[in-house]
């Protein structure tokens, strides 16, 4: 047994033997640091995009108003970069680190909601045949009470007089792919409903398999986050529902797979919107009438952002509630446990108590000796150490000390860490207590005379706002050639970590 995952394992065992005496966890449920050992990467600012405060009225935005509030960057093959605003602007990033509205996105959408930390313009993917078929895909948010349009799909047991917000993903059609400025079409693919008071966990992502070939059953598929879509701690009396989270007749927790193309295009079987539901999905031919077959994963809180290895093994961030963050490695037909379960924990609200109550599983459970039918992370760390995980991606680039790591943070600390890939795919065991361990990336920049100082990520964007702000909004993004970016959301800056000396820290050529 490996050094560190006997060390992670002990101290789970020690947790659970704790808890089986007291019954509900109350403190600390890892009480193993997360540490730096050595590990330390430069950073170094490329571009800032424009600010937009002024733009929406105060009582439309977030508090504290970021800069510019970055979700993703995108590189395309043609060495196109492009990044977001959820303000409503898509941004092509020129050669000298120009920033130009590519399309207008809100414009586009005049009931777009921007007044929480997920709302407006959330996200955008290209499809991997872009350069030909021009085709890509935006998710926001808008308004439910007077919204002109009706939702494809609303929780089970709620009606139209129960919504509050949609949610969309749109397809959008470039006319001229090359082009840098957009002029096209647009078509709904689905719609959604939210029916709790604030608009909490939307569905903010949308992703193809980067690693899928033509000729793969994957290729060409769009798969979106998994969320409660706030049935944890959205707000109002339709909040906090367990009946909402294990089910399979609802989109609620559950990441999709689907065929963007109409099926009026493919002849294929219609999903809630305008797509085909792909029969790969095993929820899709397993001959049940009452599941969705759009549906390939759930049981995910808020499973926000999804990335690929390049072997093809697919991962997972999902934000826990009160206690554990987790990293998960996704799979077709899979349960992940929310609200059953939080980490490799219990989360007591299933039970009839609350959503800040932790119990442990039972030891032949924990252990793996007996199965209770979920799938549980590869990678925790608990709100000892951050509150909400970011991003991550399997880093194969040229910083010679994140080879073989999975790099990933925390949103609101900005905090970066690291996990050894392999201890990742091993601790993908059935095991609930086997983890990978995590370490602490220290940052560093360079002064002009050439020493090394190591800094934050919040000392950085506290820096470039010249003040204090009370969280990062960390975002991670991986460039054309593997290299990682790092992003808030409040300071507008889109940063890079460096490769090593003699590597490039410059961006593929952008046209």
């Known amino acids: 047994m490996r050094t560190g995952m006997r060390l992670v394992i002990v101290q789970l065992l020690a947790v659970w ?7 509900q966890i109350t403190s600390n449920p890892i009480p193993a640091p997360i540490v730096k050992r050595g590990l330390a990467v430069e950073i170094k600012d490329l571009v800032r995009l424009p600010d937009t405060r002024p733009i929406r009225p105060a009582d ?21 970069r492009f990044a977001n605003d959820s303000r409503g602007f898509l941004y092509l990033i020129g050669p000298n680190n120009e920033p130009k509205v590519y399309a ?59 919504v509050t917000y949609h949610n969309i993903i749109t397809e959008w059609h470039a006319t001229t792919p090359a082009a840098n400025v957009f002029e096209g079409t647009r078509r709904e693919l689905l719609r959604e409903a939210h029916v709790v008071a604030n608009l909490t966990h939307p569905m903010g992502a949308v992703e193809f398999n980067p690693t899928a070939k033509p000729g793969d059953a ?35 927790t559950a990441i999709l797979r689907f065929d963007p193309r109409s099926p009026s295009v493919t002849g294929g079987v219609k999903g809630l919107g305008d797509y085909t539901i792909p029969m790969a999905n095993k929820f899709a031919s397993d001959g049940d009438p009452k599941t969705l077959g759009e549906i390939y994963a759930y049981g995910f809180r808020n499973a926000h952002r999804l990335s690929w290895d390049v072997d093809g093994t697919m991962f997972a961030s999902d934000i826990g509630m009160n206690h554990i963050e ?9 349960n992940y446990g929310w609200m059953k379960r939080e980490g490799y924990f219990e989360n007591g609200r299933w039970r009839g108590g609350e959503l800040n109550e932790l119990f442990p599983l039972p030891a032949d459970v924990l252990s793996g000796r007996v199965k209770d039918g979920f799938t549980y992370p590869v990678a925790v760390y608990d709100h000892d150490e951050g509150r909400s995980v ?34 990742m795919k091993k601790a993908d065991d059935g095991i609930p207590q086997t983890v990978a361990p995590i370490e602490e ?15 934050s990520m919040q000392e950085l964007i506290d820096r470039t706002m010249g003040a204090s702000i009370s969280r990062a909004d960390l975002h991670i993004s991986r460039t054309g050639d593997g290299e990682l970016l790092l992003t808030s959301r409040q300071d507008g800056m889109i940063r890079m970590l460096v490769p090593d000396p003699g590597g490039s820290a410059s961006a593929p050529t952008r046209r």
Do not use: C
Not at 60 to 80: F, T
Not at 112 to 138: D, K, Q
Not at 326 to 334: A, D, F, K, L
């Open 218 to 252: 994957d290729y060409g598929l769009l798969y979106t986050s998994g969320s409660d879509h706030g049935f944890s701690n959205g707000g109002g009396p339709n909040a906090s529902n367990p009946a909402q989270t294990q089910r399979l007749d609802s989109i609620m």
């Open 60 to 80: 439309q935005d977030v508090a504290p108003a970021g800069w510019a509030r970055v979700s993703y960057v995108r590189d395309l093959p043609d060495g196109r």
């Open 390 to 423: 970011s991003d991550g991606f399997a880093y194969h680039g040229r910083i010679a000390a994140l080879q073989g790591k999975f790099v990933f943070g925390d949103i609101q600390t900005g905090r970066l860490f690291a996990a050894d890939l392999a201890e």
């Open 104 to 162: 207008n996105v809100g414009a586009a959408f005049p009931n777009a909601v921007y007044n929480r930390l997920e709302s407006g313009f959330i996200g955008f993917t290209f499809h991997p045949e872009f350069a030909r078929n021009g085709l890509f895909y935006t998710v926001h948010a808008e308004k439910g009470p007077g919204n002109p349009k009706t939702p494809d799909f609303i929780p089970p047991g709620y009606g139209l007089k129960d």
């Open 441 to 455: 990336i220290q940052l560093y920049v360079r002064e002009a005379n050439g020493n090394r100082r190591n800094v």
């Open 17 to 23: 033997t704790a808890g089986t005496v007291a019954g």
């Open 326 to 334: 987790e990293i998960n490695i996704v799979r077709n037909g899979e």
